[in-house]
Each structure stands twice: as structure tokens, then as C-alpha cells.
């Protein structure tokens, strides 16, 4: 069974960027889908990316396009993700996750995750 250490989160003012990044074990990354999801205490799970392995491609949840960027490293066996103009609403504890799906461009779950890293914004 595959294991996750996320790391990179913070406390960072609105307006600033953090890079959280992944690294998997266990399982080799390049071979199954792999993305990342925010969660708040008391609210679901926001899908943010997934890398599917049939294409090759990295969907994005609709309400984080534009600001988020997902990467994938094969050599280190990590994935990151790049936040860009952090905002009030971005709080979150943030996990790296294997097994999501994507139905017609959108992201419906997620397999197995970590324990998360969290981010914080304030000034």
C-alpha cells in the first residue's frame, strides 16, 4: 500500500505562493493517477488536480484554475503543487492522493491520501 509525506504548507500573506510537494512510497507515481484535494474541518473535499496516466494530462477543479499547478517528478517519485496568489478562501488542510477518477473532464474522487499539509493565509 502506497504512503504520502506532504510538506511545503504554511502560513503566507494573501497575494503570496507556496509549493507543496509529495513523495510517494510504495508505489511508483508515474503509473497511476495521482492528484490533490483541500479539505476544511467540517466541509468536503475540494478536488484540485489529477494527473491521469491515460492521457498524460492534469485536469484541474474548476475552482482553482489559473492559480494552481501540479507537477510530477519520475526520477524523485514526487508530485508538487504550485499556489499562486494565495487568497482568503485557500485555507485548507492540503493532501496528495493516488486513484482519482475523471468522468468527461471532471474530478470525482480519490483512492488513498495522506495526512496532509496545511496552509494558512493571513496578514
Known amino acids: 500500500q502506497g504512503q504520502f509525506v506532504e510538506s511545503g504548507g504554511g502560513l503566507v500573506q494573501p497575494g503570496g505562493s507556496l509549493r507543496l510537494s509529495c513523495e510517494a512510497s510504495g508505489f511508483r507515481v508515474p503509473y497511476h493517477n495521482i492528484g490533490w484535494f483541500r479539505q476544511v474541518p467540517g466541509k468536503g473535499r475540494q478536488a484540485i488536480s489529477c494527473?491521469?496516466?491515460?492521457?498524460?494530462?492534469?485536469y484541474y477543479g474548476d475552482s482553482v484554475k489559473g492559480r494552481f499547478t501540479m507537477g510530477r517528478d519520475n526520477a524523485k517519485n514526487t508530485v508538487h503543487l504550485q499556489i499562486d496568489s494565495l487568497r482568503p478562501d485557500d485555507p485548507a488542510v492540503y493532501h496528495c492522493?493516488?486513484?482519482?477518477?475523471?468522468?468527461?473532464?471532471?474530478?470525482?474522487?480519490?483512492?488513498?491520501w495522506g495526512q496532509g499539509t496545511q496552509v494558512t493565509v493571513s496578514s
Open positions: 494527473l491521469s496516466t491515460l492521457d498524460d494530462h492534469i
Open positions: 492522493a493516488t486513484d482519482c477518477s475523471v468522468v468527461g473532464g471532471r474530478i470525482l474522487g480519490f483512492g488513498s
